[in-house]
């Protein structure tokens, strides 16, 4: 199959991750970009129009259809752009060596984008949810979540294996260190903020 048509790549992706992988690899940095943007904006979206779906709120989807959903989806890839950053920071400073790309930054922010197609079933897993309701459906609801979280995340952990050519641990090690430090500032910043808050009424 020719992965250059876009919804080939997609479905390779889906159904045989490495192999769209490994032909990203070896073609240009900024081949399907677009749909990478796309398919990082419409799994951003659906994933909060499935959490309206789910508790049958207008509320959450009128929230996020303005300048809310705006802040989302510059917020997440606002995060995509310090992961790629860190990532590639951490890696610069190891003794491993990369594959050779002309803007390796470019193409991982790329397929971490490509990362978010399993959120684009979230709504599907809302009907199934809203479907078994009276059998138990927020259970079944957030395991099918839970699902696509771990599908999303081992989709970039197999990224990071195959652009750095790592092991598994190594890969995972990678992975976990730009979250933890994700983490962190995100701790430091909320801290901050709420001593700010209290010195401002004090």
């Known amino acids: 199959m020719n992965l250059n048509n876009g919804k080939i790549f997609i479905y390779n992706l889906i159904f045989a ?5 490994q032909y990203s690899l070896k073609g240009k940095e900024d081949e399907h970009i677009g749909i990478a943007l796309l398919v990082l ?3 951003i979206v659906l994933n909060l129009f499935s959490k309206a779906l789910i508790f049958l709120n207008i509320g959450i989807i009128d929230m996020y259809a303005g300048i809310g959903g705006v802040f ?6 606002g995060n995509i752009i310090i992961f790629t950053a860190v990532i ?3 890696k610069h400073f190891s003794l491993t060596n990369a594959r050779k790309n002309r803007n390796g930054a470019l193409l991982f922010f790329k397929l971490i984008c490509f990362s978010f197609i399993p959120f684009l079933f979230a709504p599907a897993v809302s009907m199934i949810g809203l479907f078994f309701k009276l ?5 079944i609801f957030y395991l099918l979540r839970i699902a696509l979280y771990l599908w999303a ?3 970039q952990i197999l990224i990071v294996k195959e652009l750095f ?5 190594s890969s995972i090690a990678l992975y976990v260190l ?11 910043k909320i801290v901050d903020m709420t001593l700010f808050f209290f010195s401002f009424i004090l």
């Open 41 to 43: 904006i419409c799994g």
């Open 165 to 169: 050519d790592l092991k598994l641990l």
């Open 135 to 139: 059998f138990s459906g927020m259970t």
């Open 88 to 90: 590639f920071f951490i």
């Open 72 to 77: 989302a989806i510059l917020n997440m890839t």
């Open 17 to 21: 991750p490495r192999k769209a992988l």
């Open 153 to 155: 995340i081992s989709l």
């Open 178 to 188: 730009p979250l933890i430090g994700l983490f962190a500032f995100a701790f430091i």
